[in-house]
C-alpha cells in the first residue's frame, strides 16, 4: 500500500512513466485483479509507451476484472508476449470506446492475439470470414468492433501506416455491407429473388480512405431478376437497400455500426433510392450538377450483383472525364468548396481539421480538380484514391515532385490526427479537442512524448499551412513550367495541357493568357525570377474573379510600365496585402485598372496601410490649390489638379472594390451602406478640390488673385448630398455678389467669364477622366442666365419659384469659391426648403404629381421598371422623393431633417417618429442597394449605367462587387427585386398616401 502524506517510489515511477493523476493509478495497481503484476516494472513501462497510460491502466483493470478466471491468463498472457502486450495496452490507451467494447466482451481481447502475416494486411475475404458468424444487427456490431479492435491495434502500433488503416476501414465497411446485404436478403428471400441489386461505394469509402467513424456513402442500382417486372423488381430492391441501411444504422443495445448515407444519389434524398442503370445514365447525361461528377471520381462497386456494379462504374466514367469540358465547370468546384466553408461554424473554424482552410479537403479539392482537368487525356490519373492520385499527378508533371512530397506528408499527418481524435470516443468528429488532457494524448498518440501538447500545435498548424500554400499553388506552378522552361530535367506540363488548365480554371482565351505567361516570366532575370514566385499565387486571385483574362492583362500592362522600377515588384513581393490588393483591383472591371495604367505608379497605394483610406477635402484642395499656383498657365494647372483627381479616384475605387471583396487578411465590409457612405463622400470631396482647383486657375489666369466680384459654386443633386458615384456629373448653381465699387454689368461679364473657362478647363480632352459641371438646376432651367447675384436669387425665388426648385434646394451646399456668399446662399435658401408653415395639400398633390410624370416619361424606352435603379420601382428617385416630402413638411420643426444627405434625413424621421422603423430600414436598404448597383455597373463597364449589364461576364463582375459568389447573379437579380419590391410599397404608403 501507498504510505499517506509522502510520496511513494511507485508514484514518482507513474509521474515518470507518463500516468498525470498517479494517485489514482496507485489505488487501481493496489486492486486485488492486479496482485500478480504490481511490482512488474514490463507493466509500468507498457503503459507508459500508450498515448494515455491512465486511460489505459483503467481499461486493463475493467477488462481483467470482467475474466471468467479474475484475469489470470489475460494478465499472465499480456506481461509474457510484447506483441500482445503492446496491442492491447495500446488500443486501450488510445480508444475508451474500445475499452468499453472489450469491458463488455472479455473474451475479444483474444483477437489481438493472432500476430502472423496474414494478419498484418488482411483484405476483404478476411473481414468477410470475421463477420460470417453474425446473424442479427446485434451480433453483426459485436463482429464488426472485434475486426475494428485488430485494425485499431495494428493502427496504434505502427504496423500499418495512415493509409494502410484506411484501406483496411474501407475494406472492413465492404465485407459489412456485404454481411448486411445477405441478412437482409435471408429476412426477405422473395425479393433477393426478383432482383439485382448492386451497392456502388462513394466518398471515402469508395476511394478507400475511410475514416474510424464516418457515414458511409453509397448509391443503390437495380435490375430486374431474369422474367421478373420491372417495377416489381425496383421496389423489391428498394426494400432490400432500406434493410440493409437499417441493419448498419439503427441503435441496439451495442450501439450503431454506421449511417449509410445514399444521398449522393441522382435528385439526392428527393429521387428514388434505386434505379436502373439506364435511368442513371439518363439523369446523368441531363440533369446531373459539377459536383455530382466530382463526387462520382471515387464510385467503386463493393457489394450485391457484381456485373452490374461493374457494368454502373463502366458506364459512368467517360461522364466523369468529360465534365471539366462543362461550362462553368472550376466555378462550380469552387462554389462546392466555399460553400463547405462557408457552413464551419464561425467558433470552430480555428479547430476544423477537415473542412477548414488547410485542412483535409484542401487536399482534396485540389487533388480531384486536377484529375478532373488532365484525366481526360491521361487514365494514369484515374484514381478515387486521393494519394495514389497525387503520386500520379507528380509523375505525370502535373505537380511538382517536392510539392506532392510535401503534400502527401501534410495529408498523412492530418488524417493521422483525424483517425486518432475519432479513435478515443469513436465518435464523428473532425474538431481539434481544446482540453488540455485531450491534447496531451492526442500528441503522445502521434508520437509527441516531448511537450506534447505544444508539438501538436506547432506540427499541426506547420502542415496545415503547407496545405493552404500548395493548395493554391497546385493549379498555377506548372502552367509557368510549361511556357518558361523553369527547371532543366524535370517533368513539366505542356504547352496544350497548361492551356487546358487555364481553360477549365476560367480563363476564356488561355492562348493569350500562356503568352502573357511567357512574357512575364521567362528568361534567366532577377524580375522574372520575381514574377515567377508572385504569378502562382496572382494567377489564382485572377482565376477567382468573374474575369480572370482581364486581370491577368491588366497585370502585365502594368508591369509592362513599371517593370523596369526597383520598388514594384519588390512591394509585390514582400507586401502580400499589394499583391493581393492589386490582383483584385485588375481583375475587378475596367475602371480601377484604366485609372491605373494613366499613373501605374499609384500601385504604390495599394501596399501601404494608409493607403487605401480616402482622402478627405480638407487635405485634397490645398493640394491641388498648391499646385495651381506653380503652374505657368491655366491649362497645366487643371492639368494637375485633374491628374490629382484621377490618382485620388482610383484610391477611393480600389478601395472600395477591396472593401467589397475582401481579403485574407481584411474581410469584406459588412456594412455596405458603410462603403457607399465612403464612396460619396471621397468623389464629392474630390469633385469640390477639382473645382476649387479650375475656379482658382480661371480667376488667376485673368485677373490675378482677385475677381472683380465676390463668386461661390454650390453643388446640388447628388453632389450637394455627398452622394456622388464614380461617373457622377456635378450638379451646381453659380452665385456672385459684385465687389464694392464694382458695376454690376461688369460684375457679371467676369462671372460668367469664370463660369465659361472653368467648364473649358476642366473638359479639355485628356486621357484623365473628365468632371462635367451641370447647371440645369438653376432658377428657369437651361432658359435661365446660367450666374445670378445673390439678389436676383432672392428676387426669383420670392416672386417666380416652382414647387421643384424648392424642392431642388433641399440639397444644396457651398462647395467651392467665397465662403461667406455660400453660406448667405444657403440661408437664403432655407426658408424655401423648409417652409415655416410646412406644405399644403395642393402643394403636395403638385409634388406627386411631377414625380409620376417623371416615372412615366423618363424611365428609357425598354427599360425594365423593376430593374432601373434610378427611375425604377423602389429605386433611387423613389426613396429621394419620399425623403424631400418629409422634409419639406416636418424640417422647419425637426432639425435633424435639415440635411442634404438622403441617409441621414432618413434617420432623422425615423427617430422623430415620422416613419416606422421598419420602413425606414426597407427603404434605406433600397437606396443602398440601388447606389451600390450603379457604383458597381461603372466600376465594371468604366462607364454609368442605371441597369444591370446584358453582358454574362460584366453581369458576374457586379455580382462579384456586391457580394454574389459564382453561379449567384440570378439570386443578386431576384435580391434586388425582392428589396425594392418592398420598398416601393413603403413608398405607395407615404408619398402616395396609400
Known amino acids: 500500500m501507498s504510505v499517506p502524506g509522502r510520496r511513494s517510489s511507485t508514484f514518482t515511477r507513474l509521474l515518470r512513466h507518463g500516468f498525470t493523476d498517479p494517485s489514482a493509478a496507485e489505488r487501481l495497481l493496489d486492486l486485488p485483479v492486479l496482485s500478480a503484476v504490481r511490482g512488474d516494472p514490463v507493466l509500468l513501462d507498457a503503459l507508459g509507451a500508450t498515448a494515455d497510460p491512465d486511460t489505459a491502466l483503467r481499461g486493463l483493470v475493467r477488462l481483467a476484472e470482467a475474466q471468467d478466471d479474475d484475469g489470470r491468463q489475460l494478465l499472465g498472457t499480456v506481461l509474457s508476449a510484447k506483441p500482445l502486450r503492446d496491442r492491447l495496452l495500446g488500443v486501450l490507451g488510445a480508444s475508451e470506446a474500445l475499452g468499453d467494447h472489450l469491458a463488455r466482451h472479455p473474451r475479444d481481447w483474444e483477437a489481438l492475439v493472432t500476430y502472423e502475416s496474414a494478419d498484418l494486411h488482411p483484405g476483404v475475404a478476411d473481414f468477410e470470414r470475421g463477420l460470417a458468424g453474425a446473424t442479427d444487427p446485434v451480433s453483426l456490431r459485436v463482429a464488426y468492433r472485434r475486426c475494428l479492435l485488430a485494425i485499431a491495434a495494428r493502427d496504434v502500433c505502427a504496423t500499418t501506416d495512415v493509409a494502410e488503416t484506411a484501406a483496411e476501414l474501407a475494406d472492413l465497411a465492404t465485407a459489412t455491407l456485404r454481411r448486411a446485404l445477405a441478412l437482409a436478403s435471408a429476412d426477405a428471400p422473395e425479393d433477393a429473388a426478383l432482383c439485382r441489386l448492386a451497392v456502388i461505394a462513394m466518398g471515402k469509402c469508395g476511394g478507400n480512405e475511410l475514416n474510424y467513424v464516418s457515414d458511409v456513402d453509397v448509391i443503390f442500382v437495380g435490375e430486374p431478376a431474369d422474367g421478373a417486372d420491372e417495377g416489381k423488381a425496383l421496389q423489391a430492391a428498394t426494400r432490400l437497400a432500406s434493410h440493409l441501411m437499417r441493419i448498419c444504422s439503427e441503435p441496439t443495445v451495442e450501439g450503431t455500426i454506421w449511417p449509410v448515407d445514399a444521398n449522393l444519389r441522382p435528385e439526392g434524398r428527393n429521387g428514388p433510392l434505386v434505379r436502373t442503370l439506364s435511368s442513371h445514365l439518363a439523369y446523368y447525361q441531363r440533369w446531373a450538377k459539377t459536383w455530382e461528377f466530382q463526387a462520382l471520381l471515387k464510385a467503386r462497386p463493393v457489394a450485391g450483383d457484381e456485373r452490374l456494379g461493374a457494368a454502373y462504374v463502366e458506364a459512368v466514367s467517360p461522364l466523369v472525364w468529360q465534365a471539366a469540358e462543362r461550362e462553368n465547370f472550376v466555378a462550380d468546384v469552387q462554389k462546392m468548396r466555399r460553400r463547405v466553408v462557408d457552413n464551419i461554424p464561425v467558433a470552430h473554424v480555428d479547430r476544423e481539421l477537415k473542412l477548414g482552410p488547410g485542412g483535409l479537403r484542401d487536399v482534396e479539392f485540389a487533388v480531384q480538380l486536377l484529375q478532373l482537368v488532365h484525366g481526360r487525356s491521361d487514365a494514369t490519373l484515374h484514381s478515387g484514391t486521393t494519394l495514389d492520385a497525387l503520386k500520379a499527378l507528380a509523375a505525370g508533371g502535373y505537380v511538382g515532385r517536392a510539392d506532392a512530397a510535401q503534400l502527401d506528408e501534410a495529408y498523412r499527418f492530418l488524417r493521422a490526427m483525424e483517425h486518432r481524435i475519432q479513435l478515443f470516443r469513436l465518435r464523428r468528429t473532425h474538431l481539434v479537442p481544446e482540453a488540455e488532457e485531450d491534447l496531451r494524448r492526442l500528441g503522445r498518440s502521434m508520437g509527441l512524448r516531448t511537450d506534447p501538447v505544444a508539438g501538436l500545435n506547432r506540427e499541426w498548424r506547420r502542415h496545415a499551412a503547407v496545405v493552404r500554400r500548395l493548395h493554391e499553388k497546385l493549379f498555377y506552378r506548372p502552367l509557368l513550367d510549361a511556357v518558361a522552361q523553369l527547371t532543366p530535367g524535370e517533368t513539366r506540363l505542356s504547352a496544350k495541357a497548361a492551356g487546358q488548365r487555364l481553360e ?264 484623365d477622366p473628365p468632371l462635367l459641371i451641370d447647371a440645369d438646376l438653376r432658377p428657369e432651367g437651361k432658359s435661365g442666365p446660367l450666374v445670378r447675384t445673390l439678389k436676383s436669387y432672392a428676387a426669383y425665388y420670392r416672386r417666380w419659384s416652382l414647387g421643384w426648385e424648392s424642392q431642388a434646394l433641399l440639397r444644396a451646399e457651398p462647395m467651392a469659391g467665397d465662403p461667406d456668399l455660400g453660406r448667405r446662399f444657403i440661408e437664403l435658401a432655407d426658408p424655401l426648403r423648409y417652409p415655416e408653415q410646412g406644405l399644403d395639400e395642393a402643394a403636395v398633390r403638385e409634388i406627386r404629381r411631377l414625380k409620376a410624370r417623371m416615372e412615366t416619361e423618363r424611365l428609357p424606352r425598354g427599360a425594365d421598371p423593376a430593374l432601373h435603379t434610378k427611375l425604377g420601382r423602389g429605386g433611387l428617385s423613389d426613396v429621394e422623393w419620399t425623403v424631400q416630402l418629409l422634409q419639406m413638411r416636418h424640417g422647419h420643426e425637426v432639425p435633424g431633417l435639415r440635411t442634404t444627405r438622403t441617409r441621414q434625413a432618413l434617420t432623422a424621421a425615423r427617430d422623430a417618429g415620422l416613419i416606422a422603423e421598419q420602413d425606414a430600414r426597407t427603404l434605406d436598404e433600397a437606396w443602398v442597394l440601388a447606389t451600390r448597383v450603379r457604383n458597381g455597373v461603372m466600376l465594371v463597364r468604366g462607364r454609368a449605367g442605371d441597369t444591370f449589364p446584358s453582358d454574362t461576364r460584366e453581369l458576374a463582375a457586379v455580382g462579384r462587387y456586391l457580394g454574389y459568389g459564382p453561379g449567384h447573379v440570378g439570386e443578386m437579380v431576384e435580391d434586388y427585386r425582392r428589396t425594392t419590391r418592398r420598398a416601393r410599397a413603403v413608398v405607395e404608403e407615404l408619398f402616395y398616401g396609400g
Open 504 to 767: 477549365a480554371l476560367g480563363y476564356a482565351d488561355p492562348a493569350a493568357a500562356l503568352r502573357h505567361l511567357e512574357a512575364l516570366s521567362s528568361g534567366v532575370t532577377r524580375k522574372a525570377a520575381i514574377q515567377r514566385t508572385l504569378l502562382p499565387v496572382l494567377l489564382g486571385w485572377f482565376a477567382d474573379s468573374a474575369d480572370p483574362d482581364a486581370g491577368l492583362l491588366g497585370f502585365r500592362k502594368v508591369s509592362d510600365a513599371l517593370g523596369k522600377t526597383p520598388w514594384y515588384l519588390r512591394l509585390l513581393r514582400d507586401e502580400g496585402a499589394a499583391a493581393e490588393n492589386l490582383a483584385r483591383v485588375l481583375s475587378a472591371g475596367r475602371l480601377a485598372p484604366d485609372l491605373l495604367l494613366r499613373a501605374p505608379e499609384a500601385v504604390a497605394i495599394l501596399g501601404a496601410p494608409e493607403g487605401l483610406r480616402p482622402r478627405g477635402r480638407d487635405h485634397l484642395e490645398p493640394e491641388i490649390l498648391a499646385a495651381v499656383g506653380r503652374a505657368d498657365d491655366a491649362e497645366l494647372a487643371v492639368a494637375v489638379a485633374r491628374g490629382v483627381r484621377r490618382r485620388e479616384l482610383f484610391r477611393t475605387a480600389a478601395a472600395d472594390i477591396i472593401g467589397s471583396y475582401g481579403t485574407e487578411d481584411s474581410p469584406a465590409e459588412a456594412d455596405p451602406g458603410a462603403l457607399v457612405d465612403r464612396v460619396g463622400q471621397a468623389v464629392t470631396d474630390l469633385n469640390a478640390a477639382t473645382i476649387a482647383g479650375a475656379l482658382r486657375a480661371a480667376v488667376r489666369e485673368r485677373w490675378g488673385d482677385t475677381l472683380p466680384t465676390r463668386f461661390a459654386v454650390i453643388g446640388m443633386g447628388r453632389f450637394g448630398g455627398h452622394e456622388l458615384g464614380y461617373g457622377s456629373d456635378a450638379d451646381v448653381l453659380f452665385v456672385h455678389e459684385p465687389r464694392e465699387g464694382v458695376d454690376e454689368q461688369e460684375a457679371t461679364r467676369a462671372a460668367n467669364a469664370v463660369v465659361a473657362e472653368m467648364r473649358r478647363l476642366l473638359q479639355l480632352p485628356t486621357a
